[in-house]
């Protein structure tokens, strides 16, 4: 490993140790909506699947 290597490497993991996460549900969200949001998703697809007869 070349020394330009090693400091891009430290610095790069030295960012990442840093950065705020994203992507990710918060702690303190809405999570009656999250609930039926995803309630309401498995319902709509319920339907498709008995619509389309696959089950």
């Known amino acids: 490993m070349t020394a330009t290597t090693a400091a891009i490497t430290r610095a790069g993991l ?3 140790g840093t950065r ?3 992507g990710g ?3 303190d969200g809405p999570r ?3 609930h ?3 309630w309401t998703l498995v ?3 319920a339907m498709f699947v008995t619509r389309a ?3």
């Open 14 to 16: 030295a960012a990442a």
């Open 20 to 22: 705020d996460r994203t």
């Open 25 to 27: 549900p918060d702690e």
């Open 53 to 55: 007869g696959l089950m």
């Open 32 to 34: 009656l909506l999250e």
């Open 36 to 38: 039926l949001m995803g």
């Open 43 to 45: 319902v709509v697809l």
